[in-house]
């Protein structure tokens, strides 16, 4: 009975060291388990402060990389319910704004006859400008969607619009500077049609739609007749007109096929008013220079472009360059789309690294009157500054016509508007 009882305490006492060295070992895991998972915390985890300084703000600028979708009401509050209008053109009113942490922006409200229409301009803003980056165009921030509104936030560029400059301050920019904001156009220009993934053409380009920021460097803007195109796909066929009247290239007008080249002809008329600080049909000046284009083509084809510089209050110091920026001019609004340059060698030219082939009469078609019966209706203006294919196309505007003995024989149309 006794041995019975002493093997049954002697049991119980294996049983409890049993479980205390189970407790033992359970905890000693428990602690190295702890101790590694923390030391594979700390190799893969920043602390927070490291977080806070570099991660964060990384992932912040990521973000910020994509167009924000702001509310109407975000969007009243900054622009003070709509109160500093900055411009306005066809497709809808600008106005200044500033955020609560003090970034300044310029809101575009899209207004329009059809839904329709506002939802395409909105659509080739954001699926162009909105993806692309480059230091001459423009910044879109970001757009508004909503029922009642649809709008576009970009960067602010204090110093507005060019043609500001040429048309209505003339002198407050040097030549030297003028020359540098065509170079930086046809950078942004080439950049649209040579470097993006898609090539975009913008089909606007005029002085109302590049931008100055605080140091004048221009930035294209107004993309809301751009259209993205496959870079395979050369031509794309179009039904209406589109662009603006006086800026748009011959084949905008015609059932032709349509190519990038069309913005490299509106570069070349935009680069004449660079020139010659004047809009390029002024009918308050004598016949034969109402139309700045063709003056220029006749002075360079007679070897007097030295008179023409010195009546444009081009400087001695600058005259070369002007007349590089003349044959350039000249180059880019040739007839045939293919006999004008890629923007990439525009750029070269007007920078003086590229020899410029002296250019063939652009206007000889004109002369010899051989498109005189081509589609444009030469006894009709627009209300608007822009004119887009499709659904949307020339509206008259009586108060607008103005035609001139040049204007007609040369089919200018003329733009009666500053967006
Ligand atoms: N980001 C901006 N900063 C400052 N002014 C601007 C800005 N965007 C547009 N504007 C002003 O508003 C005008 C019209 O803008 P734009 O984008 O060309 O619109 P629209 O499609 O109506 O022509 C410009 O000519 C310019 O004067
Ligand atoms: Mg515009």
Redesign the pocket.
Known sequence: MSSVESTGSSGSAGAIFFLVSMVVIVAKIGIFYCVCRKRICQSVSPEPQFMTLTMDKFLTDMEREKPIRFSDQQLRIATGNYSNL?????????YKGIFSNGTIV?V?VLYGSSDKRIEDQFKAEVSTIGRTRHFNL?RLYGFCFERNMRALV?????N??L?RYLFHQNNTLGFEKLHEIAVGTARGISYLHEECQQRIIHYDIKP??I?LDKNFNPKV??F?LAKLCNRENTHITMTGGRGTPGYAAPELWMPFPITHKCDVYSFGILLFEIIGRRKNVDVSLPESQEWFPILVWKRFDTGQLEELTIACGIEEKDKEIAERMVKVALTCVQYRPESRPMMSVVVKMLEGSLEIPDPLNPFQHLMDGIFAAHPVPTSQSYTN??ISSGSCVMATDSSAVCTTPITRRYEIELDSS??
Do not use: I, Q, R
């Open positions: 900055l411009g306005s053109g066809g497709f809808g009113a600008v310029a575009k423009v970009y960067e602010y560029m204090v507005g619009s043609d109302g739609n931008l803007a107004d809301g500054t822009s500053n967006g």
